[in-house]
């Protein structure tokens, strides 16, 4: 009997999974990697960093989902480097794996441009680790300014810095506003958390860059509706304990914080990155040329060049179709997982492969409470409309019917109460955060 060929996908995010699934039925075992047991639904992950939502509400074990696929094992490793020359994966704990067919979805990570000192200041949004860490910071920043007696220290602690518009920033600056004048509004007795700022930072001259001008320009209505303080064609220049130093394109005084020309500080003890992403390191190890981001320049077909079996998608493949380059989406990670899969079966087949074309399903953020934009191809929407469709295509497209079900009930209760009852986090066994020092020389 001929051995079925081995398929090796990297990546249990959207585009991993809709290869394995579109090849259920093909002759093949199927070998999946995943560093986390789990399959996240990241465009719901900032409701986890604010308290909105539970982890399992938005991330479901990968072995769950793939149970009755017989022709398909999960393994929990991380991938360090590929041989397509060899055909094989180095796995970090399980040594090599030989594959005759590699897909390759490992996604992005966070990106600094080039300054990783700052990671630790400002935790990006990735992963569920990343949550926990960004909702430990935000609700335990209320809980020492409870405690704080000077005024400009409490100040410092109930400020937030969102760096970076894009979607994440937009709906994180949106939630944050309102938690502070909405969810926590009678629960503490020495502060008021509706004083919080909620201060939203972006390099490019408007919000939400990849819509239409005029939805941007809603946008940012709705998010200064919400008492966001929105502050465009600011370019971070440093990210400390302290808080955030930025140069702007018109010199800024006031509220912001100290100015000297172009150059301004924005005391903050709690800072959200939300301003890049980086492609996986995968992509380096494979010998091929890369984009600026680090994505890899990949064929018509998804696979790379001189090696027709290895196909990379999601956000670590740059590639475009009618001349714009595909997003780094779920919309785009799941079309290049089906395309590829049917790639692999045309080549089982001895058929012509197809080359990759994207189709625009548009592009949505929420802002908050009745808040958001939608635009589908000349369809533009905002406010109430916008976050209905919002909300429910975020339900639909949720991994199973029990996620689906809980999320709609908890954004029910959240709708009608203000409250988000995920306020749970782990109280850090050292020292609390020290105190932060007054700076003379540094108004607020």
């Given at each position: 009997m001929t051995a079925l060929p081995d398929v090796v996908i990297i990546g249990g995010g959207f585009g991993g999974l809709r290869a394995a699934r579109d090849l259920a039925r093909a002759p093949v075992r199927i070998t999946l990697l995943d560093k986390s047991n789990h399959h996240l639904f990241q465009p719901l992950l900032y409701?986890?960093?604010?308290?909105?939502?539970?982890?399992?509400?938005i991330a479901a074990p990968i072995r769950h989902i793939f149970a009755r696929q017989q022709n398909l094992t999960v393994l929990l490793d991380e991938v360090t480097a590929i041989d397509a020359a060899a055909s094989t994966v180095q796995c970090q704990h399980g040594g090599a794996l030989a594959f005759d067919y590699l897909v390759a979805a490992s996604g992005a990570t966070h990106s600094y441009f080039g300054h990783d000192e700052w990671a630790v200041h400002a935790p990006g949004l990735k992963t569920l680790a990343d949550a926990f860490e960004i909702r430990k910071r935000l609700l335990l920043a209320f809980e020492y300014a409870e405690r704080e007696s000077d005024a400009a220290l409490r100040a410092r602690w109930l400020t937030f810095a969102v760096i970076g518009a894009g979607a994440t920033g937009v709906e994180m600056a949106g939630t944050l506003a309102e938690i502070a004048r909405q969810t926590l509004q009678r629960e503490f007795r020495r502060i008021d958390p509706r004083e919080a700022r909620v201060v939203l930072l972006e390099g490019a001259a408007r919000v939400l860059?990849?819509?239409?001008?005029?939805?941007?320009?809603?946008?940012?209505?709705?998010?200064?509706?919400?008492?966001?303080?929105?502050?465009?064609?600011?370019?971070?220049?440093?990210?400390?304990?302290?808080?955030v130093t930025f140069e702007s394109d018109q010199a800024q005084t006031g509220s912001a914080g100290g100015t000297t020309g172009t150059s301004s500080r924005l005391l903050a003890s709690t800072v959200v990155w939300a301003a890049g992403v980086a492609a996986s390191p995968l992509g380096k190890t494979?010998?091929?040329?890369?984009?600026?981001?680090?994505?890899?320049?990949?064929?018509?077909?998804?696979?790379?060049?001189?090696?027709?079996?290895?196909?990379?998608?999601?956000?670590l493949a740059s590639i475009s179709t009618d001349g714009k380059p595909v997003p780094g989406t779920a919309p785009g990670a799941k079309q290049m997982g089906a395309c590829a899969a049917a790639n692999i079966r045309a080549s089982l087949d001895g058929?012509?492969?197809?080359?990759?074309?994207?189709?625009?399903?548009?592009?949505?953020a929420t802002i908050g409470r009745h808040a958001a934009v939608v635009q589908l191809g000349p369809l533009k929407l905002w406010g109430l409309p916008a976050w209905l469709f919002w909300l429910f295509v975020h339900i639909f497209f949720l991994i199973d019917f029990r996620a689906r079900a809980v999320v709609m009930f908890e954004w029910a209760w959240s709708y009608l109460t203000f409250e988000r009852h995920a306020r749970v986090v782990a109280m850090p066994e050292a020292a609390p955060p020290p105190r932060p020092q007054p700076d003379p020389s540094r108004q607020r």
């Open positions: 409701q986890v960093a604010t308290a909105g939502l539970a982890a399992p509400s860059p990849p819509f239409a001008e005029d939805l941007s320009a809603k946008a940012r209505a709705q998010l200064e509706g919400l008492g966001v303080e929105v502050r465009t064609g600011c370019r971070v220049t440093k990210v400390d304990a302290e808080g494979l010998g091929v040329p890369l984009d600026r981001a680090g994505r890899v320049l990949v064929s018509p077909d998804l696979s790379i060049p001189g090696h027709a079996n290895v196909f990379v998608i999601g956000d058929a012509a492969r197809k080359p990759f074309r994207f189709q625009d399903v548009g592009a949505l």
